[in-house]
Nanobody, 129 residues
């Protein structure tokens, strides 16, 4: 079973930057999508950014041009570079993987949590004004 571990969270002032990392243990299958989600207290978990296949990326509208998702396949690490952070970006951030390229399971809506079956434990991001 693949294990995902997030790191890089913390506290930052508005306008600052932060990079989250998600390390994956040895893959037992090839995911079709990998994504970052966040959940603030009292709110639903929402998709922030996703990579589909090798390089197609998708973003939540409110983070476009501020966040960048990327991955290093050699190291099995997924990143989320977050710039110009705002207080409303404060949340627990989770990385996840979904679909299965080996069996043909496709992530049709990569920012929807139901596509994902493996989740990390989360890392807290707090942005102060």
């Amino acid at each position: 079973q693949v294990h995902l571990v997030e790191s890089g969270g913390g506290s930052v002032q508005a306008g600052g930057s932060m990079r989250l990392s998600c390390s994956a243990s040895e893959y037992t299958y090839r995911p079709h999508c990998m994504g970052w989600f966040r959940q603030a207290p009292g709110k639903e978990r929402e998709g922030v950014a996703a990579i589909v296949g090798d390089s197609n990326t998708m973003y939540k509208n409110s983070v476009k041009d501020r966040f960048t998702i990327s991955k290093d396949d050699a190291k099995n690490i997924l990143y989320l570079q977050m710039n110009d952070l705002r207080p409303e970006d404060s949340a627990m951030y989770y990385c996840a993987m979904g679909g299965n390229r080996d069996s043909g399971s496709v992530c049709y809506k990569p920012l929807v949590a139901s596509h994902y079956n493996t989740w990390g434990q989360g890392t807290q991001v707090t942005v102060s004004s």
